[in-house]
T-cell receptor
């Protein structure tokens, strides 16, 4: 069973479109995250939710909107896609607390044309 | 965010031990030391973490300096599958627990 799954794996779209990436974890964790890895392979946290409540919101354009319908899901919706949004997006989950490991999904490669 | 410093790259021969260093001189008392690795075209993978004492698991060992200002990830017998970028990250506790990734160490294993 996949612990953290993301769909789709690849997403190719035109500038200006709106798209969503879905994430699900079956580990029973209470906290989920979205990270962005750009073309230079730099990995940066975007958002984190704990029990459906937003706890980390880094400096991200408001075109990005996370939604957590329940503890096991954290989706990422992106409006008005721009060329610079092209990246690999990783979802992760963990139990809250610095002494707990994070489990990452396989990533979604977004290409904006 | 407390920062870590790692060498950009390291090489090691297959089946030999590898010691990956990390400096974190500004670590606070509640920061955990985490190590993750990222294999090509995959998501980051948890390796090990510790607070004050040395730690061992099936993947690796973590040696933490007594003053906690540095640590070393030890792969006891490197294989080709261990070739990856290794990230040393400080993770605070509740309210300050995000993982802030640096540039990591790219480990190359020589057959």
């Amino acid at each position: 069973d996949t612990a953290v799954s993301q769909t789709p794996k690849y997403l190719v779209t035109q500038m200006g479109n709106d798209k969503s990436i879905k994430c699900e974890q079956n580990l029973g964790h209470d906290t989920m995250y979205w990270y962005k890895q750009d073309s230079k392979k730099f990995l940066k946290i975007m958002f984190s939710y704990n029990n459906k409540e937003l706890i980390i919101n880094e400096t991200v354009p408001n075109r990005f909107s996370p939604k957590s319908p329940d503890k096991a899901h954290l989706n990422l919706h992106i409006n008005s896609l721009e060329l610079g949004d092209s990246a690999v997006y990783f979802c992760a989950s963990s139990q809250r607390g610095g002494g707990n490991e994070q489990f990452f999904g396989p990533g979604t490669r977004l290409t904006v044309l | 965010d407390a920062k870590t410093t790692q060498p950009n790259s390291m090489e090691s021969n297959e089946e030999e031990p590898v010691h990956l260093p990390c400096n974190h001189s500004t670590i606070s008392g509640t920061d955990y030391i985490h190590w993750y690795r990222q294999l090509p075209s995959q998501g980051p993978e948890y390796v090990i973490h510790g607070l004050t004492s040395n730690v061992n698991n099936r993947m690796a060992s973590l040696a933490i300096a007594e003053d906690r200002k540095s640590s070393t990830l030890i792969l006891h017998r490197a294989t080709l599958r261990d070739a990856a970028v290794y990230y040393c990250i400080l993770r605070g506790n509740f309210g300050n627990e995000k993982l802030t990734f640096g540039t990591g160490t790219r480990l190359t294993i020589i057959p």
